[in-house]
T-cell receptor, first 109, second 116 residues
């Protein structure tokens, strides 16, 4: 099971682009990379999932280098409401969803 | 998108009593559901994997006789905390895996349990 490492916390300001990197050195061939957002006292919310290269949706982009040993979640033009904990998960076919420590993002005005 | 509900959203019980938490997938069928526990300022900890029609698989260190899991249908899993103690006070979150499509995981809103 691939272990993930993320920065414990990050600060940003409104309107800035935020990039959160996750390391997963022992990612397996069949593993996908999934990012979740969690607000206090709520369940995690799916943000984006990818396998390789770049994936973009309406809220974020996910960059995955060729060796797949890391990934970067990019949040464009963050707002105060993006203050949350962001989790990177690595696993096969959405099984074994074990969470790491996550990154606590604080967006300041 | 797919919706997972939990009931109750919060519960306060006395030490020694049992509490049942329900997890339902509202618009999809879920062969597999997961139960997590989250303490303040900490990450989610996987407690068990619940498969419809079979016994749950518990993570190491989680007492199966204390945390009873029943996955009786493709849309409902229950977690019963038996003989609850104050140290069981936590935020319990379930997730359900969509049987169709790419097997996405959807999380419930969580249940706040306080044992007095």
């Amino acid at each position: 099971l691939a272990k993930t490492t993320q920065p414990i916390s990050m600060d940003s300001y409104e309107g800035q682009e935020v990039n959160i990197t996750c390391s997963h050195n022992n990612i397996a061939t069949n593993d996908y990379i999934t990012w979740y957002q969690q607000f206090p006292s709520q369940g995690p919310r799916f943000i984006i999932q990818g396998y390789k290269t770049k994936v973009t949706n309406e809220v974020a982009s996910l960059f995955i280098p060729a060796d797949r040993k890391s990934s970067t979640l990019s949040l464009p033009r963050v707002s105060l409401s993006d203050t949350a904990v962001y989790y990177c998960l690595v696993g096969e076919d959405n099984n074994d969803m074990r969470f790491g420590a996550g990154t606590r993002l604080t967006v300041k005005p | 998108g797919a919706v997972v509900s939990q009931h109750p959203s919060w519960v306060i019980c006395k030490s020694g009593t049992s509490v049942k938490i329900e997890c339902r997938s509202l618009d999809f069928q879920a062969t597999t559901m997961f139960w997590y526990r989250q303490f303040p300022k900490q990450s989610l900890m996987l407690m068990a994997t619940s498969n419809e029609g079979s016994k749950a698989t518990y993570e190491q260190g989680v007492e199966k006789d204390k945390f009873l899991i029943n996955h009786a249908s493709l849309t409902l899993s229950t977690l019963t905390v038996t003989s609850a103690h104050p140290e069981d006070s936590s935020f319990y979150i379930c997730s359900a895996r969509d049987l169709q499509g790419a097997g996405e995981q959807y999380f419930g809103p969580g249940t706040r349990l306080t044992v007095t």
